[in-house]
């Protein structure tokens, strides 16, 4: 029996009680009737062998024909929504899956406000819907490139496993985009879909759309980073795509959430292990000063100083993702009902209208970072990205508890908003971690304490030995509490074939 048959017959079983809105018997799984339209059917299997050719080429380096021990969507309820099972991953059944429709959806803020829901493309807004449904589609599969080569240095099966459930979803949140472009906007949408396939990260004549995605992942600890900092981008953005106006994309994105989640407690929990194993290892040691890198760096683990520059780089680069703080296109990507806030339909206290409200966006006026009342609709960027800020505290709060506990003196602060920015109002400005404008020269001295180094990065590249037995993890990072859908200590994440 092929792993996609176990997968399917999983499902299958499933789908006999509570799933039964989801066709598995489709080539692409679906519960949006796919069947009963022929023609974007076809326009979707047209474009599958292209896709699986992207991920055989382009996709994760080796250990295609391992079996993974993978979750995947078999419904839409969040009290049951996935299976687990072994899997080769190109034969994970990427399917596109819509949360269920709420009748009588209203547009929730804008121009529109009360209108119901679109359930077909606006033709006046059809342009910046569909560039924001490209720049969110193009993340999907950066992200796969960037983590491609990362398999061959996983640290045990557990995280191998992990890093290939992160890859399979992004895989199926690019299907997820892609449907939209193929079903509501023609030709336009299907050569979309083709270029998302073409794009590819860190390449020069086509780079993916966003700068972020065009960063290297060389490491472990870039990937537990990226899925803390950047995925929650994603999570930002995807909340506030889900309360747009055209319902298709509320729908789409409203699931998409759900598997996100997943992604950022990957990221939160490899930077917590990598903080526990540290911890550990100074205070079996006799080690007090976390500053005393050398000593560190010789019991094999990640000192949390050099911790605290990824943090500051992952940080800076995932804030440019939320383009400028003041924003003609985020104001009217608002008004015409595209994309709203996060949280935007249980926001209390305004209009969800905006004409009148203010905003205080951090700006650089004269050398100096002030605070302006700007209007609000233009400064949803910057909303969103403050929103981001806080949501990122609690993660960085639980690492230092974690800290706390072992005793050892430390913290990790998130660096000022303004920290090594490109994008916005920052962009190209020099601000230290605490908020001060620096100057060029100020800035050259620094840097090298804020930013990870080229020294670090040997040194993590050295720590970067894969660790394949079942159970067993490399020095630098802690076992997880509890395994994946409660699998015992010793389970066999990957079958490497
Ligand atoms: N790099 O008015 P502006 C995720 C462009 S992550 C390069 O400042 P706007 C995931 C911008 O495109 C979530 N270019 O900002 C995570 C525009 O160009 P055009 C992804 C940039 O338009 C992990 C121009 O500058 N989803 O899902 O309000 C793994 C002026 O733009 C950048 C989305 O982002 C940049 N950093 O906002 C896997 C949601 N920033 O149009 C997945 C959809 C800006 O003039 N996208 N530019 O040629 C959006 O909502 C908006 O496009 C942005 C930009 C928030 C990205």
């Not at 078999?74 to 399917?95: C, I, L, N, S, T």
């Not at 990226?226 to 509320?250: H, I, N, V, Y």
């Not at 760096?297 to 440019?320: C, E, I, M, Y």
């Amino acid at each position: 029996m092929s792993a996609e048959d176990t997968v399917s017959d999983a499902a299958g079983a499933i789908s006999a009680d509570r799933f039964v809105e989801i066709s598995y018997d489709d080539v692409i799984p679906n519960n949006v009737a796919l069947g009963a339209d022929k023609q974007l059917q076809r326009a979707l299997e047209t474009w599958r062998p292209n896709y699986l050719g992207w991920w055989n080429s382009m996709g994760p380096l080796g250990y295609q024909t391992s079996d993974v021990y993978l979750r995947t969507a078999v419904g839409v309820d969040p009290a049951g929504w996935a299976k687990f099972g072994y899997v080769k991953m190109p034969a994970y059944r990427w399917g596109i899956l819509l949360a269920p429709k709420v009748e009588g959806r209203a547009i929730p803020f804008g121009r529109h406000k009360g209108e119901p829901a679109w359930q077909e493309v606006p033709g006046e807004h059809r342009a910046l819907l569909r560039r924001l449904i490209v720049v969110q589609g193009d993340t999907e599969p950066a992200s796969v490139e960037q983590q491609r080569f990362l398999g061959a240095t996983a640290p045990s099966l557990y995280d191998m496993r992990n890093l290939f459930q992160v890859n399979v979803e992004e895989g199926r949140h690019l299907w997820a985009m892609v449907y939209l472009l193929v079903k509501y906007f023609g030709k336009d949408g299907r050569e979309e879909a083709q270029a998302l396939l073409e794009r590819q990260s860190g390449q020069m004549d086509n780079p993916r759309i966003l700068g972020a995605f065009n960063e290297r992942t060389p490491d472990w600890l870039s990937f537990f980073m990226f899925t803390f900092f950047t995925d929650r981008d994603g999570k930002m953005q995807l909340a506030a795509l889900a309360e747009s106006g055209f319902d298709p994309l509320s729908r789409t994105c409203r699931f998409m959430l759900t598997e996100e989640a997943h992604h950022m407690f990957v990221g939160e929990t490899g930077v917590q292990r990598t903080i526990e194993a540290t911890c550990a290892a100074m205070v079996k040691a006799g080690i007090k000063d976390p500053h005393d890198v050398e000593a560190v760096r010789k019991l094999g683990v990640v000192d949390l100083p050099l911790l605290q520059r990824k943090l500051n780089f992952h940080a800076s680069v995932t804030r440019d993702l939320f383009g400028s703080e003041i924003s003609s296109n985020a104001a009217e990507a608002f008004g015409s009902g595209i994309k709203g806030r996060f949280n935007e339909a249980n926001l209390k206290g305004d209009d969800h209208v905006l004409t009148d409200a203010t905003y205080p966006v951090t700006r650089v006026v004269d050398g100096k970072l002030v605070e302006e009342q700007t209007p609000a609709l233009r400064a949803l960027n910057a909303r969103l990205l403050d929103d981001f800020i806080v949501d990122c505290q609690g993660g960085v709060d639980r690492w230092n508890k974690s800290i706390d506990k072992s005793g050892v003196a430390f913290r990790f602060i998130q660096p000022h908003k303004g920290f090594n920015r490109r994008i916005g109002e920052f962009g190209g400005k020099r601000i230290s971690p605490a908020g001060e404008a620096l100057t060029e020269d100020e800035w050259k001295a620094k840097s090298g304490e804020w930013l990870p180094n080229d020294d670090d990065m040997q040194f993590i590249a050295s720590l970067m030995k894969p660790c394949h037995e079942p159970g067993k993890y490399t020095s630098w990072i802690a076992p997880p509490r509890v395994g994946v859908n409660n699998q015992p200590g010793d389970f066999e994440y990957v079958k490497i074939a």
